[in-house]
């Protein structure tokens, strides 16, 4: 490792002193003023590299979830699909009526809803607003995505007769 910031230190070095030797041949003029620039972008180039090559290397090592941190590896992907399913059933809640809703993903573009409801709604409208928030969360096309939605309504409110005696 020594060796390696041994070596970028030197060639930032050869990079410098050609560079202000080119200057000093050139003569004065909009010609100097060009390879100032070119000498500069190279010396900016010669810094950035080693800072380049290991975030590449990180990128193609097998280690890089570990020294990335979570949430950076094959679970990333299933906890946006969780975290965009959750922010569909909060909108699937603001629908009137909706108690309770829980959304999974059977598989691509497939979900089932099993919705709690106070009163009796329409299933084909309700089965629209989830796709229509699962569309908003995904990205996907609503027509694309296939959902199976379980509306659990209210129990009907039975109306207790109590017998009243004559008086």
Request: hydrophobic share 45%; net charge positive.
């Amino acid at each position: 490792m020594m060796a390696l910031i041994g070596h970028w230190v030197k060639s930032l070095i050869i990079i410098v002193l050609l560079g202000n030797l080119a200057q000093f041949i050139l003569p004065k003029g909009e010609l100097k003023k060009y390879a100032g620039l070119i000498v500069g972008l190279v010396l900016l180039l010669a810094m950035v590299s080693p800072i380049w090559s290991l975030i590449h290397q990180l990128q193609s090592s097998p280690t890089s979830n570990l020294l990335l941190g979570p949430g950076t590896g094959s679970q990333f992907s299933a906890l946006v699909q969780q975290e965009q399913v959750s922010q569909a059933e909060a909108m699937v809640l603001s629908y009137p009526q909706v108690s309770s809703c829980q959304i999974t993903k059977t598989s691509p573009k497939h979900y089932e809803a099993v919705v709690k409801t106070s009163e009796n709604l329409s299933a084909h409208s309700l089965k629209q607003y989830i796709q229509d928030a699962l569309a908003i969360t995904t990205g996907e096309n609503s027509s694309a995505l296939s959902v199976h939605v379980v509306v659990i309504g209210a129990a009907p409110k039975r109306r207790l007769r109590i017998p009243v005696k004559p008086s």
